[in-house]
T-cell receptor, first 109, second 115 residues
Framework: GQQVMQIPQYQHVQEGEDFTTYCNSS?????IQWYKQRPGGHPVFLIQ?????EVKKQKRLTFQFGEAKKNSSLHITATQTTDVGTYFC?????????FGKGTKLSVKP | GAVVSQHPSRVICKSGTSVKIECRSL??????MFWYRQFPKQSLMLMAT?????????EQGVEKDKFLINHASLTLSTLTVTSAHPEDSSFYIC???????????FGPGTRLLVL
């Protein structure tokens, strides 16, 4: 069935290091959304990508949507302790919503 | 790993009927479960927080009489969409918080289509 693999499952970084999480879908996605969830909190919408090859930036965060619309990445430059949380990708495909299990990021000060 | 299931995964119903969606935590106990709704190509929206043994807490703008939530056990919460109308068509997602670890896990979602 349709699925989205998100890697890595966990990432521990030193403050100031970069961080990247990847989502790979078994099917072509019509769009992909990224969410951040802080410990004990609810998912907060970060961004939506729709176009093939799309790249969007939000301050230190860079989001990419692959040319084939089957993969996406979220890159954080120079992580800060406020970046701690779990980052989820959610992909829309043929009317269904499929999502990765998230990458849990911890940042050591 | 921890798994949260939802049933049904997809449902089509006629306008005016009620639809029940179940959310189960399969290998952990969840004192708290959450219900979300997502419209096509829009972001996730929290509808309500379901607490085992007590009344659910609804977010502003969510009608509690329309979206009935019951959290009867530590592993099951149900959302009933009463007198469903086409505008209720959406993707409904639940998540369950592991009572012991505090980690939250998402269910696979239920696609509701009201004709």
């Amino acid at each position: 069935g349709q699925q989205v693999m998100q890697i890595p499952q966990y990432q521990h970084v030193q403050e100031g290091e970069d961080f990247t999480t990847y989502c790979n879908s078994s099917t072509t996605l019509s769009n992909i959304q990224w969410y951040k969830q802080r410990p004990g909190g609810h998912p907060v919408f970060l961004i939506q990508l729709v176009k093939s090859g799309e790249v969007k930036k939000q301050k230190r965060l860079t989001f990419q949507f692959g040319e084939a619309k089957k993969n996406s990445s979220l890159h954080i430059t120079a992580t800060q302790t406020t970046d701690v949380g779990t980052y989820f990708c959610w992909g829309g495909s043929q009317g269904n919503l499929i999502f990765g299990k998230g990458t849990k990021l911890s940042v050591k000060p | 790993g921890a798994v949260v299931s939802q049933h049904p995964s997809r449902v089509i119903c006629k306008s005016g009927t009620s639809v029940k969606i179940e959310c189960r935590s399969l290998d952990f106990q969840a004192t708290t479960m959450f219900w979300y709704r997502q419209f096509p190509k829009q972001s996730l929206m929290l509808m309500a927080t379901s607490n085992e043994g007590s009344k659910a807490t609804y977010e502003q703008g969510v009608e509690k009489d329309k979206f009935l939530i019951n959290h009867a056990s530590l592993t099951l919460s149900t959302l009933t969409v009463t007198s469903a109308h086409p505008e209720d068509s959406s993707f409904y997602i639940c998540s369950a918080r592991d009572s012991r670890l505090g980690t939250q896990y998402f269910g696979p979602g239920t696609r509701l289509l009201v004709l």
